[in-house]
């Protein structure tokens, strides 16, 4: 009898820890995002350019997230921004690309020459 409570109790724990490893929290969620830093190069008019999206974590640590951030242009007639990231620059003008994600915004002032 013993020995079925020692493999019970055993198989529990087991399960327990898969379950805890299995998990499908991100380690990106919204309360461990700290800040996200935008980067890219100014495209000429009529070119393109990849903009990035990293964010930094609590931990200190830094994961790209620019492929799951919601990204905006303020000024579309200089610049427009795909929801990849991909700044178009549509004519002279200055323009304030964004990127959001876990509600955090971060922000690149860029000018069209």
Do not use: E, H, K
């Amino acid at each position: 009898m013993m020995f079925r409570t020692i493999t019970a109790s055993v198989f529990a724990v087991a399960l327990a820890l898969c379950a805890g490893a299995c998990s499908n929290d991100s380690a990106t969620s919204a309360s461990t995002v700290s800040s996200l830093s935008v980067t890219g190069t100014v495209p000429a008019v009529g070119a393109t350019s990849q903009f990035t999206a990293i964010a930094t974590l609590a931990s200190g640590s830094t994961q790209d997230v620019t492929s799951a951030a919601t990204w905006s242009s303020s000024n579309l007639s200089a610049a427009a921004v795909s929801a990849s990231g991909l700044v178009t620059a549509a004519g002279s003008g200055t323009a304030v690309i964004s990127a959001t994600y876990s509600n955090v915004v971060g922000t690149d002032s860029i000018t069209v020459p």
